[in-house]
């Protein structure tokens, strides 16, 4: 699975099928786990961004495709608000940056 996941690297609307596969078939879901990869897969999206409004809109459609459970939790759930949650874009990249870390191992 790891190297199916390293080819769709950047394609995050594929990693997440890949990694649904994977937990239906192990039958457990393992939220660190995901959430580590999703985030980790959205930073990498961040860093090669145009601007802060495309990242916004790509993180808002990443947010869509998610299951609704998961698009309530925090960090997840203000991806859905995109950057017009924070009217300045600072404020839009701080949260960005601290949602990026809330997966990552210590």
Known sequence: MLAELEVCSGDLSRS???LEKEFR???VFSLEEFGRFFFQELE???HRRRDLASFSRMAY???GILPVVLQQLPPFRLLGYGAQ???EEEDSREY???AFRSFRQQ
Request: charge should be positive.
């Open 16 to 18: 997440i099928q890949l």
């Open 25 to 27: 078939e192990k039958g």
């Open 44 to 46: 990498g999206a961040y």
């Open 61 to 63: 459609r990443a947010w």
């Open 85 to 87: 949650t924070f009217p």
């Open 96 to 98: 960005y940056l601290q």
